[in-house]
């Protein structure tokens, strides 16, 4: 009987230290885990997205899910043209944030300030083209003389043109221009309702496949580069206030999309070109033209003071004055993610 109770005893004190084990193991699990940081709530942003080749590491973001491993709930509205994306930004009031080059960000400068550059994603010095009609008589620049040009006002598009006609010794004022949407000047082309059209990629290829042998390109006197065009993302003033976290978590998204581009071309052509309904090859094509990289650089504030002065020069805004450009520049972001691509002078 002694023996029993011995055994029984000891069974007890073994249960006993069982159980204070569990018990701290379960104090010490619950502690790592009460400590451990919990993902904040998903973070909204209304996104009015070009459909167009230079927002690529948009498509791959979103592709990839990078939005989402950062805690983003990004919803995407798609645009023609940065141009609408940002006027209706700006006049509606429905997106936070936008893509857009720098001519529509210029000409709303004359007029408000209430949104910033954050980051520009992409350039290029090969995207903007002339593209026209060989039937219309129009193979050389100074062809068009007396056509009817379409163009996107107010867009990129529209200040090519005139930088083009004025480097093929021409005059803005000696066409005469017709303002469409871009997604609609190719079809315009083909319909013979405009002589040639200046705008972007894919609109330019879409154009070429439309008239075919009938298309002609037209080069800057001696192939010369004279525009580089950079593509923004451009938030509201009082997004970019009152989210700086938000931005910070969303180009994060878009760095991992420039990285996968970089590291994955193929793939990342196509699910662009399947994104934009737009041939592989074509898309190929013109791929090496664009150079995709976060970056805020000097350059960005020289080409907006010159586009501000030609618009100033060609009575295209009532203002006689150059917006201080700086202004409508927000560094922090970039800054605190990927600090060498901010070199702007400040």
Not at 23 to 45: C, H, R
Not at 333 to 345: C, S
């Amino acid at each position: 009987m002694a023996e029993e109770r011995q055994e029984k005893g000891k069974s007890r004190a073994w249960i006993l230290i069982l159980v204070v084990i569990i018990a701290l193991g379960l104090a010490v699990g619950g502690y790592f885990w009460l400590s451990q940081e919990k993902p904040g709530p998903v973070e909204k942003i209304t996104f009015g997205v070009e459909t167009s080749i230079l927002p690529s590491a948009v498509w791959v973001a979103e592709n990839k899910g990078y939005f989402e491993e950062e805690g983003l709930d990004v919803g995407i509205k798609e645009f023609g043209s940065g141009r609408t994306a940002l006027a209706t930004m700006l006049n509606e009031g429905n997106l936070d944030m936008v893509t857009v080059a720098q001519t529509p960000v210029m000409f709303n400068s004359f007029d408000r300030n209430d949104y910033v550059i954050i980051a520009a994603m992409v350039c290029s010095d090969n995207d903007v083209k002339i593209l026209a009609r060989q039937d219309k008589g129009i193979k050389n620049p100074s062809d068009l003389r007396g056509k009817t040009v379409g163009m996107t006002k107010g867009s990129t598009g529209h200040f090519f043109l005139g930088l083009f006609l004025t480097h093929s010794g021409l005059k803005l004022s000696e066409v005469e221009t017709i303002d469409m949407e871009a997604s609609e000047l190719p079809q315009a082309l083909e319909d013979g309702r405009v002589d040639a059209i200046s705008t972007w990629e894919p609109h330019i290829l879409n154009a070429k496949k439309l008239l075919g042998e009938n298309a002609a390109v037209l080069e800057p006197r001696g192939g010369a580069k004279i525009f580089r065009e950079d593509f923004y993302f451009v938030p509201n003033r009082n997004f970019t206030e009152n989210n700086p976290e938000t931005l910070k978590k969303f180009l994060k998204a878009i760095e991992k999309g420039e990285e996968f581009i970089q590291k994955n071309k193929e793939e990342a052509i196509t699910i662009v070109s399947q994104r934009l309904k737009v041939d592989k090859e074509l898309v190929v094509s013109v791929w090496d033209d664009f150079e995709f990289q976060l970056f805020l650089d000097q350059a960005i504030l020289m080409t907006l003071e010159d586009e501000a002065r030609w618009a100033i020069e060609n009575n295209l805004t009532t203002a006689t004055e150059v917006p201080s450009y700086l202004d409508y520049i927000d560094t922090d972001a970039l800054e605190e993610v990927k600090p060498e691509a901010v070199t702007i002078i400040k």
